[in-house]
């Protein structure tokens, strides 16, 4: 029996590659954005199935619920949509920027968990065991100076992530939780600094191979294609040029010391 993710955010980035990295591996796919546009495209391009919504919207994601009930029960959900919205210090903090991070990063992903985990527990029940990932950061365990909003938010949704294990425990359902450092998407660091594409383009200036949103979809699908007695509870995913959230080498590697044949 083919398998059925569904994965938020899926208009662009790294919910875009995901639901592509499904596809080719034989899932059944429905990518969940508000642009539909962008949601024709990947259909087009990777013959995902797809949903118009906000998910900030309780009536959006019951539509949702109604939409994936007529098709039974489904094996995994990927929570992926979220961002970052500006880097001022917490004295001159925007709160409705941090408002905002707080209901995409946290209140949506708990709105959909809630809503669709019934249709969840029907495919644990048909096929075995069912999936929840969560696209974290590594946010959401080191601070930065700028990204107090951000961190909180990543924060509270890890939090999230492992309250959840905890209640499920007992169900065949497991939740994993997949925690990117930098990744080099056309939108997310756009979408922070109000569409400045100069800001945007110097925060991987310099560095050699950041992610790319494959290598996350990468992760993601190893995550969900393992036996489903398996837990991924938490991976942390950064280039080798990110040792650390603040540390970040703008040159190019290479190795020290003396040539040893």
Do not use: C
Request: hydrophobic share 45%; charged share 20%; aromatic share 6%.
């Amino acid at each position: 029996m083919t398998k059925h993710a569904v994965v938020t955010g899926a208009s662009t980035g790294i919910g875009w590659a995901i639901a592509a990295r499904l596809r080719a591996s034989g899932w059944r796919v429905t990518g969940v954005a508000r642009r539909e546009d962008r949601l024709q495209a990947l259909a087009s391009e990777t013959g995902a199935e797809y949903f118009v919504a906000d998910l900030t919207s309780d009536t959006d994601v019951e539509a949702l619920r109604a939409h994936l009930a007529e098709s039974g029960g489904i094996d995994a959900l990927v929570n992926n949509a979220g961002g970052a919205r500006g880097l001022e210090p917490v004295a001159n903090a925007d709160v409705d920027a941090w408002r905002w991070m707080f209901e995409a990063n946290v209140i949506a992903p708990q709105r959909v968990t809630a809503a669709l985990l019934p249709l969840l527990r029907e495919g644990a029940r048909s096929n075995g065991g069912s999936s929840i990932v969560f696209i974290t950061s590594i946010a959401s365990a080191e601070a930065y100076e700028g990204g107090a909003g951000y961190n909180a938010a990543k924060a509270a949704e890890t939090s999230v992530a492992k309250v959840l294990r905890l209640e499920l425990a007992g169900e065949p359902i497991r939740v994993v939780e997949i925690a990117p450092g930098m990744v080099e998407t056309e939108e997310f660091s756009l979408n922070r600094f109000g569409g400045d594409a100069d800001r945007a383009a110097s925060v991987y200036k310099g560095v050699e191979n950041p992610l790319t949103a494959s290598d996350v979809a990468e992760v993601v699908g190893f995550s969900l294609d393992l036996p489903l007695h398996v837990n991924l509870d938490h991976v942390t995913v950064r280039p080798v040029a990110q040792p650390v959230q603040f540390k970040v080498i703008r040159e190019p590697l290479k190795v020290r010391g003396e040539h040893t044949p």
